[in-house]
């Protein structure tokens, strides 16, 4: 963006070059340090891609992880930005992944919410 303008400077997929499922977009945020992009993909892919973004506003990806349910509908990191949270619409759960707040780099907590059809996370104060 600038001077009024949005101008395009990148072109870059949300999934494995070899991925030939469907894929859907569903959620994208930027970590509250403005340096990881996360976006969600439905369909087949059922996947959370984490980018880095470049000083220039590029961004780079580094990491493609299973959000360990199926329609991942949104997602929200938590106030600390040590949590991210997945809400999976068919699958009836949220998934709490770790975030390292360093690499951007998602792990499975291992802790799951179950609820029926989740399809919003909002974190209040």
Same mark, same amino acid.
């Given at each position: ?9 990148q072109d870059?997929?949300?999934?494995a070059k ?32 984490? @980018?880095? !973004?470049? %000083?220039? /506003? +590029?961004?780079? $990806?580094?990491?493609?992880?299973? &959000? ?5 509908? #949104? @997602?929200? !990191?938590? %106030?600390? /930005? +040590?949590?991210? $949270?997945?809400?999976?619409?068919? &699958? ?5 992944? #770790? ?27």
């Open positions: 963006y600038k001077d009024g303008t949005l101008n395009k400077i870059i997929g949300t999934t070899e991925f030939k499922g469907k894929i859907d977009g569903a959620d994208i945020h930027i970590s509250a340090d403005g340096k990881f992009l996360y976006e969600t993909n439905r369909g087949d892919a059922n996947t959370i891609s984490t @980018f880095r !973004i470049l %000083p220039d /506003g +590029k961004l780079e $990806l580094t990491d493609i992880a299973n &959000t360990l349910g199926k329609g991942p509908r #949104n @997602f929200a !990191i938590d %106030p600390s /930005g +040590k949590f991210l $949270l997945v809400a999976h619409q068919y &699958t009836n759960n949220v998934v709490i992944f #770790n975030r390292n707040t360093l690499t951007g780099k998602l792990t499975d907590s291992g802790k799951r919410i179950e609820v029926g059809a989740p399809v919003c996370l909002v974190f209040t104060k």
